[in-house]
């Protein structure tokens, strides 16, 4: 559990980022829109189109007024034909509606693209941050970022956006136009509304911190399925689906209760603005009324005076809704910068094939290595480690479950930065190697082999995709591998991981052997499998490995000592320290060594 951190921490600084618009924020989150820059031609099309759309919209109104005037014989315009005026109407709605498609369409292409440069962007950025990355994080969380958040960032880019303009101009213009027929009847409607916009301004911001509740516990939610759908096997080996079902429901009422809490506001929200409008209304059409008695106004200027009126009331209750979404927009693209902002390690960029990269000797010295995790700095994992391989050797890490075996290897890849000491391969301090070239000379074998969802043949390629098919059949000739594969109907072709065959473990373990033979790396890791194979197959994968191992400097992390009598040295670990060093025959015969004990342990075991 360690791995993944308690989450909570790890929540708090986003929740502040969510807390309100501030010019800061705004700011940041406005930045997103530098992905709209490439498009930027399409974007102003689709503008163009959203104030064409918009204004039309805006006509609509008038030109109903005129229509009844017309008919009471009223008409002091350019149009007084009531077929004409009524054909203008049909006029209107339907540019409306060529105009709002393309409005959609051009939005669409802008933020199709858009969003996907974001999500390349970010699945760069998760690809090359650093291991401390993740441990800080809850896989759940990372994947929401680029979900989630990117799903908002677009509702923004399209929708939001959109609907904000529209409910602006329909405020600003529908404004302008009640002045112009009736400064009186609009001084009088007005009057109603700052209490109106206020009102909803308050209730927005309730609404909004409600809902930013909700989503956080729906967040919740999806993190335990996540994990449990990954460690499903654990779950079911543990008979642990009640108890699974039972933290779901609880998290899931938790979502449940927040929503309906946002809910009853939203509720109340929609009631305030139905009868503070309808209210409004009627006390704009009595004052009306009045107006049109005394010959001020004429019916089809009232008419078009309520439909505005109901336009701009329907736009300020849209704005509260807007206002919400456009929280979450911001603080979704605020969550997605920090993440765009966070430093990368320092990978080559470029794609370079394996051939190009230098290829070291593979002497390793490890000189006074202390470490701590950066998840867990009171612990020192390691210290004082001191040892050195020449090039071409071999030897074997032995020692006690979380001795720090794995540790080691994991800072010769440089997957964490040491916390004192040094590590140099071919005298060079490997802090002052490229990280790419250093991490193409080391090939793995690890413990537990996952393959890609995929053929056979692009899991071994992943060891060196530029490698010919003669090249991927050699390799899985060596490692043993070639017959079990041949033996399939579909051979090299056959479709592992999720959807395909599952392969045994050693048929895995032959398959990532196979993988590293193709990487030709100069150093070795061989992190031996826990779990023991058949005889059979253990002595296939042992001979693959005798294989792999010939000409390289190999590190093997031991588990079964049986396996190492032949390796240079033996470095027994304990205690994240070196216990005990040499070779097999000279440890063995240590009767107080740990070493020795633990071979005696393994032989009466066996
Ligand atoms: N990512 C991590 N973050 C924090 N602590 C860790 C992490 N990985 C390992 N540790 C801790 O470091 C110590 C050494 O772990 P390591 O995996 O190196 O042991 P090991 O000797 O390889 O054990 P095993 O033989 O069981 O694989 C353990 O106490 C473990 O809990």
Do not use: C
Request: hydrophobic share 45%; glycine share 8%; charged share 20%.
């Amino acid at each position: 559990m360690a791995r993944r951190g308690n989450g909570l921490n790890d929540n708090s600084p986003e929740k502040e980022g969510r807390k309100k618009i501030s010019k800061e924020s705004f700011r940041r989150g406005i930045r997103i829109f530098s992905y709209v820059l490439p498009y930027k031609f399409k974007f102003l099309i689709g503008l163009g189109f959203l104030v064409l759309s918009s204004l039309t919209f805006m006509i609509f109104p008038l030109l109903t007024g005129k229509l009844v005037d017309s008919s009471t014989g009223n008409a002091d315009w350019f149009l007084e034909d009531i077929d004409m005026i009524a054909l203008g109407l049909f006029a209107v709605i339907l540019a409306q509606g060529i105009f709002s498609f393309f409005r959609v369409y051009f939005f669409a292409q802008v933020s199709e693209n858009a969003v996907a440069d974001i999500r390349r962007d970010l699945y760069s950025k998760f690809m090359m941050l650093p291991i401390p990355f993740y441990e800080k994080r809850r896989v759940g969380e990372i994947t929401s970022r680029i979900t989630t958040d990117v799903a908002q960032v677009q509702d923004a880019m399209s929708i939001t956006l959109a609907e904000l303009f529209r409910q602006i101009t329909t405020l600003l213009v529908g404004i302008g136009i009640i002045l112009w027929t009736s400064i009186k009847l609009s001084m009088f409607m007005l009057a109603t509304f700052p209490v109106l916009v206020a009102l909803t301004l308050v209730f927005g911001r309730k609404i909004k911190s409600l809902s930013k509740k909700t989503q956080d516990e729906l967040a919740n939610t999806n993190v335990i399925v996540e994990e449990t759908l990954q460690a499903i096997n654990t779950v079911k080996a543990y008979t642990n689906e009640n108890f699974e079902i039972g933290r779901y429901q609880n998290s899931l009422s938790k979502a449940v209760k927040a929503a309906l809490s946002a809910a009853n506001y939203r509720g109340a929200f929609i009631s305030f603005v139905i009868v503070g409008l309808f209210g409004g209304i009627i006390l704009v059409i009595w004052y009306g009324a009045t107006l049109v008695q005394n010959g001020d106004l004429t019916i089809g200027e009232l008419i078009s005076f309520i439909i505005y009126t109901v336009f701009i009331g329907a736009s300020v209750g849209g704005l509260g809704e807007l206002y919400g979404k456009i929280q979450s927009a911001l603080g979704a693209t605020e969550r997605i910068q920090e993440i765009l902002a966070e430093p990368e390690e320092a990978t080559d960029k470029n794609l370079r094939p394996l051939s190009e990269i230098r290829r070291v000797r593979g002497d390793i010295r490890y000189n006074q290595v202390a470490f701590s995790y950066p998840t867990r700095p009171d612990i020192q994992v390691l210290r004082d480690i001191n040892f050195s391989i020449q090039s071409g050797e071999k030897i074997a890490l032995v020692g006690p479950s979380g001795a720090g075996k794995s540790t080691i290897v994991q800072l010769l890849l440089r997957l964490y930065d040491v916390s004192h000491g040094s590590i140099t391969v071919d005298g060079q301090d490997i802090r002052q190697m490229s990280l790419t070239e250093l991490r193409a000379n080391v090939g793995i074998v690890p413990q537990e082999v996952l393959l890609f969802g995929g053929s056979i043949r692009e899991n071994i390629a992943y060891g060196r995709p530029e490698a010919t098919e003669e090249e991927i059949i050699m390799a899985a000739r060596k490692a043993n591998a070639y017959d079990f594969i041949s033996s399939f109907p579909e051979g090299l072709d056959t479709l592992v991981g999720e959807r395909g065959i599952k392969l045994s473990g050693g048929q895995r373990q032959r398959v990532a052997i196979a993988r590293a033979i193709l990487k030709n790396p100069a150093i070795l890791v061989l992190d031996e499998a826990t779990s023991s194979l058949d005889s059979e197959s253990e002595h296939l994968v042992q001979q693959a490995m005798d294989e792999l191992m010939q000409g390289r400097t190999t590190i093997i992390i031991a588990h079964r000592l049986a396996t190492i009598r032949k390796v240079d040295k033996i470095l027994v670990i304990d205690g994240g320290e070196i216990v005990e060093e040499g070779s097999h025959e000279v440890l063995s015969i240590n009767d107080n060594g740990i070493y020795a004990n633990l071979l005696k342990l393994q032989f009466e075991m066996s």
